[in-house]
């Protein structure tokens, strides 16, 4: 039985078609992609087939319109089963939001629908070799002559790179001018200068294409500049507040996933003559996590809401609680679910080692969780100066 | 390309059970699903569709709530949905029910292609999409596993074998049985299922039909059924333990005394 958070009949309809594709297309194949590094195409068709490319994306524009808390649901239950194969369509969501948040109209009826149809896919370009948690440290340069912005530099880390079609990449267009000389801009695969990079191998989401982007002389009409020039950072902060319930999403959905493992497991593992599920001492392991998974989902739902709500003009530290609290309790319900399966839980054999590598990244990418709390005590700070002015 | 789908809603029998007392499947709170093989019935229906147009309806003989099977295939992706209910059909058997399912079709005009699940996971018996067939008078082509090519006039189809595969051309119209090698069903769509929501599900009852009184329901049944009951659950076979030696000859001694050997 799961706790009622009072969904919608057509959010309960998201959540179903996500456990759906879960569980018959991707728990077949999860295996495969992990083991051969490749991208899951044959999935992110599924994807686009069902509807759940667009399920935040407004309506005009092709999607389904569920906004945030719609996103969540569908990328915690496709986690459930595999947090890389649905890193296809999350890391989409993050290179999207920039133009969707920012976009002019032209420039959300030129790319929205493809994305919602899943005909294409988008990445995000903030990080760089010099430049991660600080992204104000970035060198790409993009420099006006004319129409046009000539872009140079390299982008490193880009999850969806060398698969999506469309990017949304940060680059300075006015170096003396530090966090206010970065611009956002709409960069499409295939125009000349943009190159892909190497390919990252890495512990976990393996299922997921992580590269460098290569920027040489690569020139982007005006048009294609989203918000003002050196509105940069501003849309990576308004961007990262509506993207870092996603990652919290994947991070809840592998843990609720493993949680799920273990206790099947403890019920049906035989030792000492009876079911590791009547020691106590597991009962409390399984008693913890399914309470810490519960408490995530409670608070990242509040805050998909909150942010649905658009009452607020800011939600940067209820993004940043979401976030941190789910990729953390991820860590911890996912080795405890391998310690829980013991040697079968360190063996390939069974999923939870994955869910475990999987897990990590979590508590890394879009600010590490020593950034979120950075974000949430600034917050705080200027919460509690406002009031007292 | 006009496609009609004949679905049957049967209980998920991946957790059904038998009731020892009667002899019957004990339906209280077992989840009623679309026969499997329908579903691949569906997706070749719609693919068909994709490529050439027309609509796909789908159709099916059930008490009144078999409507959430008509409504799943619209949201897998079918155009229309008949329900054919009516209390006077109740305990048909294959025939009783081929001869209302062809009846019903009988009252659609224009279709090319019907298109049935190779058999229904309950009743296992792979009779009904061939009689409907017979009885509307057009050709079948059973456990068809590919069509290669479809135009106007005629169809050429892969029919599974045990050992290879049958190629066979036929006019049009045509009834097809398929296979689960014919393709992969696709999940329910949301856009699918907000249609499937909102769709009205035409209903028709024996008489909208025209069906003769007397080849329907139990009573035009010519096969009744006289006794079911669940087979004595197998007990263990007789373990032998030992070295192989040992183990060899206590099975030798056994089966010899058992007048095998």
Redesign the interface.
Known sequence: MVMNYMLSE?EQ??VE?AR??AV??MKPVREHYDEKEEFPWEIVK?FA????CG?YIPEEYGG?GKGIMGLVLVVEELCKVDGAIALSLAATTLGTLPILITGNEEQKKKYLPDIASGKKLAAFGLTENGAGSDATGMTTTAVKEGDYYILNGTKCFITNGGEAETYTIFAKTNSSKGPRGISCFIVEKGTPGFEFGKKEKKMGIRASSTRELIFKDCKIHKDNLLGKEGHGLMIAQATLDNSRPGVAAQALGIAAGALDEAVDYARKRIQFGQPIASFQGIQHMLADMATEVEAARALLYASARMIDAGTSKRTSKESAMAKLFCSEVAMKVTTNAVQILGGYGYSREFPVEKMMRDAKITTLYEGTSQIQKNEIALNLIKESAAKSK | MNIIVCIKQVPNTTNVQIDPQTGRLKREGVESIINPYDEYAIEEGVQLREKFGGKVTVITMGPPQAESALREAIARGADEAILISDKAFGGADTLATSYTLSKAIETIDDYNIIICGKQAADGDTAQVGPAVAEILNIAHVACVKKIECVDKNSIKVERMMEDGYDLIESSLPVLLTVVKEINNPRVPSLKGKMLAKKAIIKTLDANSIGADIKRIGLSGSPTQVVKTFSPPQRTGGEKFVGDAKEIASNLVKRLSDLGLI
Request: aromatic share 6%.
């Open positions: 057509e309809m998201m078609t759906n594709i018959e297309k599924e087939q069902a509807d759940l399920v389904f």
